[in-house]
């Protein structure tokens, strides 16, 4: 994304402002573990010796680490916490914070251990540090409409540095609807024209509110943005952020468990058996359950099984599909590619358009099998009496396989 240097005059009581919410938002930088960074080297080099130049140098640039913007919060514990997005801590372990003030000091704060994720809905959040933060944001409690002034703020990148940002808009599409990326019954998109630029991801979205200490609450957290139209920028509402909170950051066991149950019955339904005869639909219909499967490929199952499939992938996979893992590693982490070819190899193993998989025992996590890893979950088709095994352990208060 392109970055342009805008220079406007503020007047005293704005600037004011400005520096009371900058002490609320901050730069966030993912720390990898060694195992992730040396993973990432190797495949840099396996592609490198396979003529992907340009592949080699999206892994060797990721491990470097990327950058994003988020955003402090009291915890329900009365704990400091960071919101961001999935995009932004993805692969982490821990995340590296920058508070800059209007002088252009940096105070870091290190060791910000990522608590909970939620890939579909771009989120993750990381507990901060007791003591290292003064300032924080609250949601707010009305649900924006079309046409209210809001502001994006957060650091996008300039000279690949980033560099403060609180930019004014208003709401286009209170309720906008991107089934592409999420299904609309989980969550919808607050569509808005507050400039976003690359680095913004994990930022707030903003509207003043008097009675707020920083003077602003927070509706969303900025997602994306439409590359091909001006000013039309998505963020995640507040709603979906507190019920991510509620649902994985905070959840005791009988929620997490719950949603071991949620993620064994849509990788079930991917796996399903189905019939369309028209190849537009069709292939239609294939992306959306791989995409859905790379969800629940973990980061161990990518490191320790993946660097084969997808250059395998790369050689050998239909066009479609080689489209969709190299997307996949070119939008975010390259390891995301990696996850996607995985999930295209299990597609083909179980073939939902020729079998019929279901699950062998329910998805009750009572009625699976304990193992050392996790639990075990089998699909099972009758006719060809095969089986096909998973095992499933909790990551970041999500599940994967």
Partial sequence: MKNKIICLLFSLSVTVAFADIRNAVCIVRPNYSEKTIAFMEDTSDQLKTAGYSDLA??????????????????????????LTNYHVAAYATSLTLEIENTNGETTKIENC????VDEELDLAIAEVPSGKVDSYLTFA??????????WSAGYPGLAGKPMWQLGKGTVTNARARLP?????????FIQHSAPIDSGNSGGPLLVKAANAPSGYEIIGI?????????????AIPASTITNFMDERAFAGNKKIERNLTASLNVFAESCKHFKIDK???????????????AIYI???????????????????????????ILAASIFGNPINGIRTALAYDIYTTIDPEENTYLPDTGTDINSLKKTDNGYEFVLYDEVQKSKFFTVWKKSYNSWQM
């Fill in 57 to 82: 140098d999206l892994f060797k640039d990721a491990k470097e680490g990327v950058f994003g913007s988020g955003f402090f919060i009291k915890g329900q514990n009365k704990k400091d916490y960071v």
């Fill in 113 to 116: 251990k990522v608590i909970a």
């Fill in 141 to 150: 409690s009305k649900t924006p409409v079309d046409g209210i002034d809001v």
């Fill in 180 to 188: 592409d990326d999420i299904d609309p019954k989980i969550s919808t």
């Fill in 222 to 234: 900025n997602s994306a943005k439409a590359i091909f139209r001006q000013a039309t920028n998505f």
């Fill in 279 to 293: 190849e537009s639909d069709k292939n239609k219909e294939i992306v959306k359950r791989i995409r859905k499967l």
């Fill in 298 to 324: 973990s980061e161990d199952y990518a490191i320790r099984n993946g660097l084969d499939v997808y250059m395998k992938a790369l050689r050998k996979a239909p066009k479609l599909f080689r489209n969709e």
